[in-house]
């Protein structure tokens, strides 16, 4: 059965700093991966989607990666800012039953 | 405006009253889903579509029940709710399953 998981669960990085956050799965048959942002008591909105014959994903600040052989999978931010303050999911699309799986999401905190 | 549109964002029930709770997308996207996001647990796929008249099991499909009468509709059905179905509910939708997906606003849950 195919797990999800992100690490760190939370994470607190001053306002510049670029970092990556995690996400790895154990079953390589996916489709495709995606990332998608959570502000509190909010919907999911998708950031990045990249498909499993792809390496990485880029819009704006944001950059995702996809090892598929290794199962993992980062989102980089660069010059983090405040408003980048959200939970983080990565969620894959298996192949041979066509659901959804969502890792519990990295809670990130861009303190100012 | 694309959007995904869940009603009610709010409800309180009592154990065992059937609820209904609607999903319209305006996307003509042919794939939609219904998740539950609890704490810990993260969120999990309880039912598919990938059009209309064809619905499938997602992780935890116990205790709910949906329809695909329309492409746009996309009811969770709750025939007698229990107190462990409070939860934070999602409905998205996507042009086809590999495709960027949409989510709406979330409908919270109590049943008491």
């Known amino acids: 059965k195919q797990e999800v998981t992100q690490i760190p669960a939370a994470l607190s990085v001053p306002e510049g700093e670029n970092l990556v956050l995690n996400c790895s799965f154990t079953?390589?048959?996916?489709?495709?991966l995606q990332w998608f942002r959570q502000d509190p008591g909010k919907g999911l909105t998708s950031l990045l989607l990249?498909?499993?014959?792809?390496r990485e994903q880029t819009s704006g600040r944001l950059n995702a990666s996809l090892d598929k052989s290794s199962g993992r999978s980062t989102l980089y931010i660069a010059a983090s800012q405040p408003g980048d303050s959200a939970t983080y999911l990565c969620a894959v699309f298996m192949n041979r039953d066509d659901k959804i799986i969502f890792g519990k999401g990295t809670r990130l905190h861009i303190l100012p | 405006e694309a959007q995904v549109t869940q009603n009610p964002r709010y409800l309180i029930t009592v154990t065992g009253k059937k609820l209904t709770v609607t999903c319209s997308q305006n996307m003509n996207h042919e794939y939609m889903s219904w998740y539950r996001q609890d704490p810990g647990l993260g969120l999990r796929q309880i039912y598919y579509s990938m059009n209309v008249e064809v619905t499938d099991k997602g992780d935890v499909p116990e205790g709910y029940k949906v329809s695909r009468k329309e492409k746009r509709n996309f009811p969770l059905i709750l025939e007698s709710p229990s107190p462990n179905q409070t939860s934070l509910y999602f409905c998205?939708?996507?042009?086809?399953?590999?495709?960027?997906?949409?989510f709406g606003q979330g409908t919270r849950l109590t049943v008491v």
């Open positions: 990249i498909q499993s014959s792809q």
């Open positions: 079953d390589s048959a996916i489709y495709n």
């Open positions: 998205a939708s996507s042009r086809t399953p590999y495709t960027e997906a949409f």
